[in-house]
């Protein structure tokens, strides 16, 4: 059987796109991450999100879905004031917003770094890892940290009050322990994980709910509905508590 | 008037493949931008290298993942590759990358300039030692994305570089090395396919055991030695009546369709063309 350029002008391109229609077909092409991260395998973290698996594609909102850090969080952390749309931030943008720093990067390392620690999962950070001083803020606050850790924290910080959000509808700020205070508001929007960030510990949560503490994600109005409680029998007393922390 | 149309038809293809992955690239940007082109596809360019497949290989035997910015497009895209080269070869190379598109490009204006001496000027026994460069540079990018995880060769690769270097994701080293490979195109005909390619060394393994051939009928043949002055490879086409040097790219410029004056005498072939045994052009040469 001989073969000539023109059969290999139809043979060639037809391989590839026919290649690439059956696999899709069966759900195999994928040009883009699926966002899920892998599992640790070893060690009492077996079978948990790998913080270090985390992409430089991935959106904050990923990140909630598979750490449950809330986007509020990580948003206030990398100082990332008020986006548009703060969940569909990807997380490779921060290399650009805080392109120049003097010492080091806060890019997707820093991400993984802060979840690590915000989540308790083990990660090594890069050498020139930084992260900015509200994120440290975030992890003092959080009160889950060891001395080891904070102080290791701490020798990471870097200020960025200089730099701004690229959307550029707010200033990327210096949020220290007491910024953004005023927005400590319970909603039935918060989750868990923002009332563990402001400095209630779960002891403190439990005992005013009357429940165990739900996952860092999850709605304090969708779990309490779930548990068939209602919110307003308790905003009250988290509300309370949470302005004596402010005092 | 036939031979230049067949040398029309892998032109086209070529161009085909080199405005769909340039309109790609710029789309990835564009997306980032948030101003996609709608029905066009934005995959980064990691995503559609098949490539990318093979260097995550042992990362998913290993541990079920991919290397970094490659996902299971790539491992498609290897297949097809895979199964394209256990057909004709290396064939990606000579009609599909883009790449190697343009370095031949820049090689007719060499050929300009230097005439005949383009394509020829390496001593024939350095050039030969040069040629398996490609598998130490295999090699090296197999063994540093296994021990990294991280698609290290990026930074180095001047086909990620030709669709990048707007973006800001190029490195210098890929820059620089691009450059350089354009500037030696002018000299050389596809210097890093010769010498550098990683995925054309492990594409031309198959040309050992490929399915149809690059087949000479010696029966036939006037010894003019057109196939070997047309292969950009510098293969000695005339010295073998089956082709199977690693360097081969099945780009079907020796065969009768195009340099060879006499019908039917080189073809891309299954079956021996007339003649008595079959030969290889090593065993020709002894």
């Known amino acids: 059987m001989k073969v000539k350029s023109w059969h290999l002008a139809i043979v060639v ?4 796109f026919g290649g690439i229609a059956v696999s899709a077909g069966l759900n195999l092409w994928q040009t883009e991450s699926s966002k899920v991260p892998v599992t640790l395998n070893e060690g009492e973290f077996a079978g948990r999100p790998d913080p270090g698996d985390i992409r430089g594609s991935y959106s904050l909102t990923d990140i909630e879905a598979a750490f449950a850090v809330p986007v509020d969080v990580l948003v206030r952390a990398f100082g990332l004031g008020e986006l548009e749309d703060p969940g569909a931030y990807q997380v490779k943008q921060l290399e650009e917003l805080y392109e120049g720093l003097e010492e080091g990067e806060i890019g997707t390392d820093s991400v993984r770094l802060f979840t690590s620690l915000y989540t308790g999962l083990p990660h090594t950070p890069e050498e020139t890892t930084r992260l900015p001083a509200p994120a440290v803020s975030q992890l003092r606050q959080l009160g889950t940290l060891t001395e080891e850790q904070l102080a290791a924290a701490e020798d990471l910080r870097v200020d960025i009050s ?24 319970v909603r039935g929007q918060t989750t ?17 709910l009357g429940l165990p503490a739900g996952p860092r994600g999850t709605s304090l109005r969708d779990y309490l509905a779930e548990a068939g409680v209602e919110f307003s029998a308790v905003k009250t007393a988290l509300q309370e508590r949470i302005d004596a922390l402010q005092q | 008037m036939k031979r230049k149309k067949a040398s029309k038809v892998r032109r086209a293809v070529q161009i085909f493949f080199f405005v769909l992955i340039a309109l790609i690239a710029v789309n ?23 490539f990318g497949g093979v260097v995550s290989i042992y990362q998913v035997l290993a541990g079920g993942s991919f290397v970094k910015k490659i996902h299971s497009s790539s491992f498609v895209l290897m297949y097809i590759g895979f199964a394209l080269a256990l057909l004709f070869g290396p064939v990606f190379c000579g009609w599909v990358c883009p790449l190697g598109s343009v370095q ?5 204006l060499g050929r300009r300039i230097l005439g005949k001496r383009y394509n020829r000027l390496l001593p024939r026994r350095l050039d030969g030692l040069l040629r398996y460069l490609r598998y130490a540079v295999l090699a090296w990018v197999l063994y540093v994305t296994v021990v990294t995880g991280v698609l290290v060769f990026a930074d180095y ?26 500037l030696l195109s002018l000299v050389v005909e596809r210097p890093f396919c010769k010498y550098a390619c990683p995925y054309g060394a492990l594409l031309g393994v198959f040309n050992l055991f490929r399915i149809f051939k690059i087949r000479r009928n010696a029966s036939t043949c006037i010894d003019c030695k057109a196939c070997d002055r047309a292969c950009p490879m510098n293969i000695e086409v005339s010295g073998a009546e089956t082709v199977r040097n690693h360097q081969c790219i099945t780009c079907l410029e020796c065969t009768s369709e195009k340099a060879c004056p006499v ?24």
Do not use: M
Request: aromatic share 8%.
């Open chain 1, 13 to 16: 391109p037809l391989l590839i």
């Open chain 1, 162 to 185: 200089a730099f701004k959000a690229e959307e550029g509808e707010a200033a990327a700020v210096e949020a220290d322990a007491h910024a953004g205070d005023e927005e400590r508001l």
């Open chain 1, 192 to 208: 868990f994980g923002e009332l563990l960030s402001w400095g209630l510990s779960e002891e403190e949560i439990e005992e005013i």
């Open chain 2, 28 to 50: 990835h940007s564009l997306e980032e931008a948030g101003k996609a082109i709608p029905l066009l596809s934005s995959a980064s360019l990691h995503a559609l290298c098949p």
């Open chain 2, 104 to 108: 031949e490009w820049i090689g007719r």
């Open chain 2, 157 to 182: 690769d001047p086909y990620f570089t030709l669709f990048n270097f707007w973006s800001g994701e190029a490195a210098l080293s890929g820059l620089v090395i691009l450059a350089a490979v354009l």
């Open chain 2, 263 to 286: 019908a039917a005498t080189v073809e891309l072939s299954t079956v021996r063309l007339g003649g008595v045994g079959e030969k290889t052009e090593q065993e020709a040469a002894v």
